[in-house]
């Protein structure tokens, strides 16, 4: 796995159930919003020790204030059985967070839904969707 996306009784080692993956999630959704994960680091024990510390001790860009940021916290509680789906209610609990409101889940259900953004795509090989920009690649590993 990734050690960005590690969910903290992953890093105790105590076993885990899909909880995991609600953590995950609420990673993911942190860094498409902001550019970078919430507990970002260069070093694996550094994000490990990030993520002990909780969700609390992150500092949240603009980008991820308001019902994205409700959405993240409750996402990234340090407790799975906190984890806003694992509560009673389960992915319910998901689908009327207000950060979905306006989302049409009937229409998603039924591959109704269109994309807010279509790239305009002219060959097989148009790469001017993609950044050229140095700072925009991916960072490598010596």
């Not at 960005?4 to 609420?26: K, M, Q, R």
């Not at 260069?42 to 001790?57: C, D, E, L, N």
């Not at 609990?93 to 998603?108: H, L």
């Amino acid at each position: 796995g990734t050690p960005d996306y590690f969910a903290p009784e992953l890093i105790a080692s105590i076993g885990h159930t899909n909880a995991v993956d609600w953590w995950c999630l609420g990673v993911l959704i942190f860094e498409l919003m902001s550019g970078h994960p919430p507990f970002e680091s260069a070093y694996p024990m550094q994000i490990y020790a990030k993520v002990t510390k909780g969700i609390s001790k992150v500092p949240f860009p603009p980008e991820c204030h308001g019902p994205v940021g409700n959405l993240i916290k409750e996402l990234l509680k340090s407790e799975p059985s906190e984890r806003l789906p694992v509560r009673p209610g389960g992915v319910q609990n998901m689908k009327t967070c207000k950060w979905y409101e306006d989302f049409d889940w009937e229409k998603m259900k039924a591959l109704e839904l269109q994309p807010p953004y279509k790239p305009v795509v002219k060959s097989k090989k148009d790469l001017a969707n993609f950044s050229a920009r140095k700072e925009d690649m991916p960072r490598q590993i010596d």
